[in-house]
């Protein structure tokens, strides 16, 4: 009987599947089969727009289509909270199945705790995360370090430190670290990121840990919740997936490349939040917020920032003088008052700013000092253990 807490090998018994998904494709398959059982009315997850570059979000349901969701999508830079908030109405209409990035499933706790998400109608099938990539940025890095042409890369892939590209006739690794003191790899929020592994869905899944003859064969899986095991335990009966329990020194390995994972972000947070990233004192601030041109963009970007009535006081001439360019400092301010102990970092609102304001990399800074005073961490348990369920939370009254 599955459990919280427990960890499989997995992988799917259907050939196709397993040869078009990433390592052995149980991902695609779990929500084939919860959509197959009805167990969800749709599954929304992110697929291969133009090309390999850029990752949109879709809505599935029938259950043959979910083979075009496979694989990864390490260009996929968006934060999936939004589209279930903003087009899906929360989940309150229908249950939906979510693949989600740790900063999505942050997210959607944090609006599953002011009701705005149903936590009932949701199911979050979590996937390891060591990064993501912006779109422009990527392509540019593959012809000046790889020497090789975009639109021939047919799978790009994080692993042991390295950034592999891989074309049809040939696979190429870089350093992360060499590629991002050049200026490429991740964006920078993900690097500054400790949460690689979501602890806060029902079910982790990636291929950290996966070794033996089942390396790259098979996917990783952690259940993290009640609905987890459940769901795990009828796919398993089903048939939908094969599994078996994973190698002790497996999971000592993946233990261990999430621990490399989060020093690798105290680095990067140390030399982003230092003297040298310029943002210990107040003027720091007020230097980047000049740039502002009042679009909006941040605010109608960010997963978090949902209050209406929020937003109508932010406009009034008693907070922020309307026809003003720089607004004053109070617009971010507002805002930053209003949702920055719930930050997940994700950087949606920093890369939609047009004025190029390290937007991300201010809460974040502020959201650390909070944690660190209050050893709080937005959407789940710091010590790791099974989330609480955001049913029993006191929900904010705003």
Not at 58 to 83: F, Q, V, W, Y
Not at 108 to 121: A, G, S, T, W
Request: net charge negative; charged share 30%; proline share 6%.
């Amino acid at each position: 009987m599955v459990q919280v807490n427990d960890m499989y090998y997995a992988w799917s018994p259907d050939e196709e599947i397993a040869e078009s998904g990433e390592c052995g494709g149980a991902v695609t398959s779990i929500m084939k089969f919860l959509l197959e059982e009805g167990i969800v009315d749709a599954v929304l997850a992110v697929k291969k727009g133009s090309d390999l570059y850029d990752a949109v979000p879709t809505l599935i349901s029938d259950p043959e289509k979910i083979k075009e969701t496979a694989g990864s999508l390490h260009c996929g830079t968006l934060n999936i909270c939004n589209t279930l908030s903003n087009y899906l109405n929360g989940a309150k209409d229908m249950k939906i199945a979510v693949t989600t990035k740790p900063c999505d499933a942050m997210s959607i706790v944090e609006l599953m705790k002011r009701k705005q998400i149903d936590p009932e109608n949701v199911v979050m099938i979590g996937v390891n995360c060591g990064g993501t990539m912006p779109p422009v940025k990527a392509r540019e890095m593959i012809e000046k370090f790889y020497d090789l042409d975009p639109d021939d890369v047919l799978k790009e892939e994080i692993a042991k430190g390295n950034l592999i590209i891989e074309t049809a006739d040939q696979e190429k690794e870089i350093s992360i670290d060499e590629l991002e003191e050049q200026g490429y790899g991740r964006r920078t929020n993900c690097r500054r990121c400790e949460n690689n592994i979501p602890v806060m869905s029902d079910i982790a899944m990636g291929n950290w840990g996966v070794i033996g003859p089942l390396a790259g064969k098979a996917t990783f899986v952690e259940v993290f919740s009640e609905k987890g095991a459940e769901i795990l335990q009828k796919a398993i009966d089903a048939g939908a997936l094969k599994v078996q329990d994973p190698v002790p020194k497996g999971i000592e390995i993946r233990a261990n490349i999430d621990k490399a994972m989060v020093n690798l972000a105290n680095k990067w947070q140390a030399k982003d939040f230092g003297d040298e990233g310029g943002l210990l004192e107040i003027d720091a601030y007020m230097d980047e917020f000049d740039r502002c041109i009042k679009c909006y963009g941040c605010r109608e970007a960010c997963p978090i920032c949902w209050c209406i009535k929020c937003t109508i006081e932010s406009e009034s001439d008693d907070w922020v003088g309307k026809g003003e360019i720089p607004p004053s400092p109070m617009f971010h301010f507002v805002r930053m008052i209003h949702m920055v102990d719930s930050c997940t970092n994700c950087g949606q609102c920093e890369e939609v700013c047009p004025a190029e304001i390290p937007l991300a990399k201010i809460f974040h800074k502020v959201n650390r000092n909070l944690q660190d005073v209050f050893d709080y961490y937005p959407g789940y348990d710091r010590e790791r253990k099974p989330p609480l369920s955001v049913v029993d939370k006191e929900p904010s009254e705003e």
